[in-house]
């Protein structure tokens, strides 16, 4: 039933590469207290359920930690507290069964630049004691895209095409947990797209797919999200039933002139907060009692012309941002 | 056509059929457009589709194979040093020296650009207040989170008032309270005349730009503002208009 | 810090510590007449700083041994009833017999023994008496042509080994934790083992290919022969090769960095090897310290091994204190290396 099992995992430790502490739990320390921190406390990590055949996405920006739970799950990181379990393996003593049977995509892409797309795949498949023929028929649909430029080095591909290598690479053992660590980061919107629609697929062959990404709106394509910021979970449910549990009312405001509209949104004493969506701005008002005629009202008062003010159906970006504000 | 080109002082940047081959490989097939000043300009396109190539060229790190530019008044092949020191760059991947402290960073780049002791320690003054930096001012630049040091290299990149600022991706990874409040910077830049040539991949952000363009295969296919790029292109959002414009790539791997 | 300290250093070793001059020279006499004039010789060439009489011999056969187990670099052979000849008829040979397997150090401590030799020579001349002549006659073991080669081909060979197997084998192993390819090998049903076999196997090939071809150019080129047996050749220069290998390991397994990496294998290693290891400077002119410092650079007793087989003629016996040393040592690089290969990432 469930491919992954996460109980009060914690991690702290010094990053070299960013020059400070890093990690998960609330027991992380944070080098340095002046600015906004998780509290400081005992036990309480991180927990949580990726069920079999689940597309579950931990969702937050840098440094909350993302890459730091994908070390421990694929035994690359022993946790300071708590257990984990994938495909019912322990990760701390039973790290080769693990290593055996899941696929894995770095952070970077992790592919050897100078063999061709070929010779990479082959030794992937190699490495598991497989061949690409055996499972060609899982990465066929992905392979298939890059498949004219096989004899080309992994090194000279676009970022989106040595995205889909990777993610070959990855598969063609026929894993059956896929731990992907921002797979995305960096791609254009296109390609982006283009592969949550292969994950997609890969659900369907009953593949368990745990991906992270600072993308928010990537969060609706997986079956339930974790929301990551400082080392903690904010909240681990489905798309649908984070964006229910919005507090307040949300409504999407344009005019001629957004900057001053954003500022004036601001000063109100009708609105929570508001933030810049694009072409529109999202205000999120407390007060039951104002209306949308009623802001309009007061949008004109200070000279705005053009006033567009619609109730929306929050983003999972609207709730991040409530959560991060506590 | 040089010399009226050299006559409108409005245009920040000014580019004309500009182009770059690598051997037979064309990366920014003769590109043209204007960029006026206080504007916040957008340039987006897929990996591959000559975005950092072009910016390269107008940042006067790259000799274009042929076509023109000028970037605040200077040409991008003969005046290549004048136009550095009149322009501000930010990237992704490097921005500060994180073994630095704050101060020294700060003036580290304004030494660098040729600003007076005097100016560079009223204007760090007024930045730490600014940014409400004053007690991180001592630390080292590695020890901010993030978003902290992503505000502060932006702010490193305009601090010698130049007249345009160029952003490679700024905001990549970056939460998204934190993102909002870099671009209020880049607002607050341009309301101080500084013009803004920024890439990204946040379609969100395409719709903070006053212009946006958009490179295919080494080509702009779209130039104009986000509202008029979405009537054209029967679209509600630019990422619509992105997706279908980039759907006609044929640059697939390069 | 390391690039104040460099030149100081250097200039220290060169200037007092690392020379090419010859000193301390160890000598065996042979001198069966045991007479006044002989003991007056010896006496002198003790008192000299350039040679240490170490031993007294008193037959022939006792000579080659003396070169073979390299007790000394020098043996004096007075010849019979020595000063009785010299009085008698005014003439008596002395036989310098000198280890040339460094030319350079054979021609200058035989040039100073002649000295010696002449200047009592002069000691006995008399206003009026016959001239006396005490005539030296060199013979030049092991490397009669004095061909230079025969010093620096043995440490070449250590040399090359080192770079190839230690340096190329570290980078190699690092620039897969550089690029993250280290990360999926890991979590991948591969033994760690086999990720340091592959790594090591290229490297190995390479050292064997290279030193086969040094050999040949050796032989045929620089007419350099191979006095003792080939294959006890092969067998030590195998056993230095997997004391590379094995340092290359620990070497990766101390740094994240390619260029770290290289640093340590070049600047590291490299110069050690070249300063103390005998190859260019003579070990028994060092301060005894670095003398110490030397008996750690594996390549001091792989020099001192192939010197002694491909120069000296010797067979594998008479090196089994090198052989020893080296294995000893690789066998503590594999077990140091082994350990401290992360199969994780913190």
């Known amino acids: 039933m469930y491919a992954i099992k996460v109980k009060n995992i914690s991690k702290n430790y010094f990053s070299k590469e960013s020059g400070k502490f890093a990690g998960i739990g609330k027991n992380l320390v944070i080098a340095d207290t002046s600015f906004k921190s998780s509290p400081l406390g005992v036990g309480g990590g991180i927990s949580f359920d990726v069920k079999r055949g689940e597309i579950f996405g931990i969702i937050g920006p840098d440094g909350a930690g993302k890459t730091t739970i ?28 693990i290593r055996n049977r899941v696929g894995y995509m770095p952070g970077r892409f992790s592919l050897y630049q100078d063999l061709t797309v070929e010779e990479n795949l082959n030794f992937f498949a190699t490495v598991f004691n497989t061949t690409i023929e055996e499972n060609y028929e899982l990465v066929k649909d992905i392979y298939q895209q890059i498949e004219p430029f096989k004899k080309r080095r992994a ?75 400082n080392g903690e979970f904010l909240k681990i ?27 004036d949104l601001r000063a109100s004493e009708f609105t929570k907060n508001c933030f810049a ?50 | 056509m040089y010399d009226i080109i050299q006559q409108e002082a409005k245009k920040v940047i000014t580019a004309v059929n500009l182009t770059k081959k690598f051997g037979h490989f064309t990366a920014v097939d003769n590109i043209s457009f204007e960029v006026e000043r206080g504007e916040i300009f957008g340039f987006l396109g897929a990996n591959g589709a000559g975005k950092t190539t072009a910016m390269r060229m107008l940042c006067g790190l790259s000799i274009p194979t042929s076509g023109k530019g000028l970037v605040a008044g200077y040409d991008i092949e003969n005046q290549t040093e004048l136009v550095k020191k009149s322009i501000g760059y930010m990237s992704q991947k490097f921005s500060l020296y994180d073994d630095l402290k704050v101060w020294e960073n700060i003036e580290l780049f304004g030494g660098i650009y040729g600003m007076n ?22 630390k080292l ?110 640059r697939i791997a390069d | 810090m390391i690039l104040l300290l460099m030149p100081i250093i250097q200039i220290i070793l060169f200037g007092f510590a690392l020379s090419t001059e010859v000193k301390n020279t160890e000598v065996a006499v042979l001198a069966p007449s045991n007479d006044d004039a002989s003991s007056r010789i010896i006496d002198k060439i003790n008192a000299s700083a350039y040679f240490d009489v170490v031993e007294r011999i008193h037959k022939p056969d006792e000579i080659q041994p003396i070169f073979r187990d390299a007790r000394a670099k020098l043996v004096m052979v007075f010849e019979d009833h020595f000063a009785e000849k010299l009085r008698k008829t005014g003439k008596a040979h002395i036989q310098l017999i000198a280890d040339a397997t460094d030319p350079n150090a054979a021609t200058s401590f035989t040039f100073y023994a002649s000295n010696i030799i002449t200047s009592y020579q002069q000691e006995l001349q008399s206003p009026n008496a016959i001239s006396y002549q005490i005539i030296p006659e060199v013979k030049m073991l092991y490397n009669p042509q004095m ?59 390479l050292s064997c290919v290279n030193f086969a071809t040094i050999m040949l150019l050796s032989v045929f080129v620089l007419k350099v022969p191979i006095a003792g047996s080939f294959i006890s050749l092969i067998a030590v220069s195998l056993l230095y090769i997997f004391l590379s290998l094995a340092l290359g390991l620990l070497v990766s397994t101390l740094t994240n960095s390619q260029q770290a990496a290289m640093l340590i294998s070049g600047m590291g290693l490299m110069l050690p090897v070249m300063l103390l290891s005998g190859m260019i400077f003579p070990i028994e002119n060092m301060p005894i310290a670095l003398q110490w410092l030397s008996d750690i650079v594996p390549a001091k007793w792989y020099i001192s091994a192939v010197k002694a087989i491909m120069i000296k003629g010797l067979g594998i016996t008479s090196v089994l204190k090198e052989v020893g040393i080296l294995s000893l040592m690789s066998v503590v690089l594999i077990v140091i290396s082994l350990k401290k290969f992360k199969i994780r990432l913190e």
């Open chain 1, 70 to 97: 994908f070390r421990i799950l694929t035994t690359l990181l022993l946790p300071d507290r708590g257990s984990a379990t994938v495909d019912g393996f322990d990760v701390v003593s039973e790290y080769k069964s």
């Open chain 1, 155 to 229: 090194g000279k591909l676009s970022g989106g095409m040595k995205q889909k290598l990777a993610l070959s690479c990855a598969l063609i053992h026929k894993p059956s947990v896929l731990f992907l660590d921002e797979p995305t980061t960096g791609v254009d919107p296109v390609s982006r797209k283009e592969f949550w629609g292969m994950l997609k697929k890969l659900k369907d062959q009953g593949i368990t797919i745990l991906v992270s990404t600072p993308y928010m709106d990537e969060a609706s394509q997986c079956d339930r999200i974790a929301l990551i910021q």
């Open chain 1, 237 to 263: 449910d489905t798309p649908e039933t984070i964006v229910k549990q919005y507090r307040n009312k949300l409504w999407a405001v344009k005019s001629d002139t957004m900057y001053k509209l954003l500022t």
């Open chain 1, 277 to 326: 969506f694009g072409d529109k701005h999202h205000v999120s008002i407390d007060n039951v009692q104002m209306t949308i005629s009623g802001l309009k009202e007061l949008l004109e008062k200070k000279g705005h012309t053009n006033i567009d003010i619609r109730e929306i159906e929050p983003t999972i970006e609207d709730c991040f941002m409530q959560l991060i504000q506590g």
């Open chain 2, 117 to 138: 002791d005097i100016d560079i320690k009223e204007k760090t003054d007024e930045l730490m207040k600014v940014l409400n930096f004053e007690n991180e001012r001592n």
């Open chain 2, 141 to 250: 630049v590695g020890s901010l989170p993030l978003g902290f040091k992503q505000k502060l290299a932006f702010s490193v990149s305009i601090f010698h008032t130049p007249r345009v600022v160029f952003l490679d991706e700024p905001t990549g990874g970056v939460d998204p309270i934190t993102r909002r409040q870099f671009w209020e910077l880049i607002y607050d830049a341009t309301s101080k005349g500084i013009t803004v040539f920024v890439t990204t991949h946040y379609m969100d952000e395409a719709e903070y730009c006053d212009r946006v363009s958009i490179m295919v295969d080494g080509r702009i296919e779209a130039l104009d503002s986000p509202k008029n790029l979405k009537k054209q292109f029967h679209a509600n959002s630019m990422d619509e208009v992105f997706q279908q414009l980039a759907r006609k790539s044929t």
């Open chain 3, 147 to 205: 061909i230079g080669a025969f010093n620096f081909v043995p440490g070449v060979l250590g040399m090359i080994m080192l770079l190839i197997c230690t340096m190329m084998t570290s980078i190699a192993i690092v620039r897969e934790k550089e690029m993250g390819t280290m990360e999926i090998l890991l979590v991948s049903p591969m033994k760690p083992i086999y990720i340091i076999l592959s790594k090591i196997t290229p490297y190995f090939v």
